[in-house]
C-alpha cells in the first residue's frame, strides 16, 4: 500500500486523497510530521538573502544603465 497523507483535525486523521480501502477498515500506523515550505533549518534562506541585500544597497540607482559596459 502506498503512502497516505493526511491532515489531523477535531481528532481524526483526513487523508488528502482517496483512500483504497473498504469503509470501515481498522488500520495501524505511526504519525510523521511532514515540514511543508519554510522549513530553513540551517539557515541558508537568511544566507541568501543577506548577499541579496549587499546587492540591493549597492548604491548603484541605475544598474540598466551600464548594461552594454562588459558586453563583447
Known amino acids: 500500500m502506498s503512502?497516505?497523507?493526511a491532515i489531523f483535525e477535531d481528532g481524526?486523521?483526513?487523508?488528502?486523497?482517496?483512500?483504497?480501502?473498504?469503509?470501515?477498515?481498522e488500520v495501524e500506523f505511526e504519525?510523521?510530521?511532514v515540514q511543508r515550505g519554510g522549513g530553513d533549518d540551517?539557515?541558508?534562506l537568511a544566507r541568501?538573502?543577506?548577499i541579496l541585500?549587499?546587492?540591493?544597497?549597492?548604491?548603484e540607482s541605475d544598474v540598466s544603465a551600464?548594461?552594454?559596459e562588459h558586453q563583447p
Open 12 to 25: 481524526v486523521f483526513r487523508p488528502f486523497e482517496p483512500v483504497g480501502l473498504p469503509e470501515g477498515s
Open 53 to 59: 541585500g549587499r546587492r540591493f544597497d549597492s548604491g
Open 66 to 68: 551600464r548594461h552594454n
Open 3 to 5: 503512502t497516505i497523507h
Open 42 to 44: 540551517n539557515g541558508s
Open 31 to 33: 504519525p510523521r510530521l
Open 48 to 50: 541568501v538573502y543577506e
